[in-house]
């Protein structure tokens, strides 16, 4: 008799094989609840309920941080999110205006999720990366934001710029350019949770990327340009 594999993989994540964007205490539980696949790459995101249980304390198990989240007191960007399994990654903001409580996610210098508390009038602005850009019916232009939101624009936006976004309503409230002289943040890489100007930008090759100049802490570093995400002074 043949036995029915499971096609939609585990549920849970072991702390100790858990990406390190997470941060899990590794000698704790056993046991990490996955994130749901959508708006971040698994690698790159942790799950609400390790947010609100784990890394901000607000239930000491899964059953309190389910009623904390079912009773609706959670918002990321702005939105109810009653999915504790939510996929939450970098630059998301969320809110707990129930305690006045408002975080962006960013990166510490070891790729780990760092929780950044900001004031409730920063809350209402998200900082997006455009990571592709496409023509659509109508002459239109759809742009392609890191975390997995899109949205129709003009022609003047390009792959790598970012956006202010306001949430939740999702309309632009402003540009910042990747060019020289915009302060960026590093993403990815031994540099990860840096932040510096950016200096020149190497033309990449078919066997090399384009790389980019940044000043860090007074620091010349070398990076790949597509692990920039240009904040301006907005973090």
């Not at 698994?42 to 989240?69: H, N, P």
Request: glycine share 10%; with cysteine.
């Amino acid at each position: 008799m043949f036995e029915l594999g499971n096609k939609g993989g585990s549920k849970h994540l072991n702390r100790i094989a858990a990406p390190e964007f997470a941060a899990p205490e590794r000698k704790t539980a056993i046991w990490l609840a996955k994130p749901s696949p959508g708006r971040h790459a698994l690698v790159y995101a942790a799950s609400l309920r390790a947010i609100v249980r784990d890394s901000l304390g607000l239930a000491s198990d899964a059953r309190e941080t389910e009623k904390i989240v079912q009773a609706g007191e959670i918002l990321v960007d702005g939105k109810v999110v009653k999915d504790s399994k939510a996929a939450i990654g970098l630059m998301d903001i969320i809110a707990i205006p129930k305690i006045n409580k408002y975080y962006l996610v960013l990166l510490d210098k070891k790729s780990r999720m760092l929780l950044k508390a900001i004031d409730k009038a920063k809350a209402g602005v998200k900082l997006c990366k455009i990571v592709g850009k496409h023509t659509v019916a109508g002459g239109k232009v759809q742009l392609s934001l890191h975390d997995g939101k899109t949205l129709l624009a003009d022609k003047s936006y390009s792959v790598g710029d970012s956006i202010k976004l306001k949430v939740p309503e999702c309309t632009i409230a402003g540009t910042l350019r990747l060019e020289p002289g915009a302060r960026c943040f590093i993403m990815r890489g031994k540099h990860a949770g840096g932040a510096g100007k950016l200096g020149e930008i190497t033309t990449g090759t078919e066997a090399l990327e384009a790389r980019a100049t940044l000043d860090v802490d007074g620091q010349n570093i070398i990076t790949l340009k597509d692990y920039l995400f240009v904040v301006g002074d907005e973090i």
